[in-house]
């Protein structure tokens, strides 16, 4: 299940995720925020409103992972309802957030239930305009997230197209775990936790804090 709108990274995640024959991907995307006037009754309108009440609340126990990509909650009045994708973790339920200008930095998520679960903090948002190579960490190296399937494994990563934009977030948490650092050609930014994970009570997180994987369709490794 994808909360965003559609961009080249949420294209690309759902094509990669959609060649895996066992996952039944639900996609939602957002085309219009309830305070866009378009001028015409509603009973014109093709699109539907967006199904809130039952995504994150009667059905929300269907649901294997959660994923916001790039997403603001605030616009959609949903903020009754991250306390019930918080709990659902807690439960059993995976979770990611995926980076962009309305996640990490613009999402206004830091004090809410969605902080609360993720990997890392969210006291030091914003976005840093400027290449950023992929190294693994110890824990990435070993981690299956993170195995490609290949000897050499550090420097296939290394060798991945750069990625141009960074959300910066915060400390990591508590028994959560950094995989994959972004440096920056930036010198006065230095290593960035790109993807962390988590385990939250029965359930597990991820945070991405970029909107760039789609820069891996121009990789040749």
Known sequence: ??????SWDERFLRQHLKENPNVDLISFFILRTPNDDPQV????????????????????HTFDV??????DYRPYRMARYLPNIRDAVRDGLGFVMLGGPQSFAGGGYRGTAI?????????????????????L????????????????????????PAWPRVNTTGPLNPDASVLVNATSKDSRVQAMPLISVSEVGKGRTMAISSDSMWRWRFSDS
Do not use: M, Y
């Not at 299940?1 to 559609?6: K, L, Y």
């Not at 009754?41 to 009440?53: N, Q, R, V, Y």
């Open 66 to 71: 959660v994923i916001f990509q790039n997403f």
């Open 1 to 6: 299940q994808v909360a965003g709108r559609p």
């Open 41 to 60: 009754s509603e009973k014109e309108l093709s699109l539907i409103p967006f199904p809130t009440d039952k995504i994150f609340d009667t059905e929300l």
């Open 115 to 135: 902080e609360e679960i993720l990997p890392v903090q969210l006291d030091q948002p914003g976005t840093v305009e400027s290449p950023a190579q992929l190294t």
């Open 137 to 160: 960490t110890p824990v990435g190296l070993v981690h299956p997230i993170t195995q490609l399937g290949r000897n050499k494994l550090s420097e296939l990563w290394q060798d991945l």
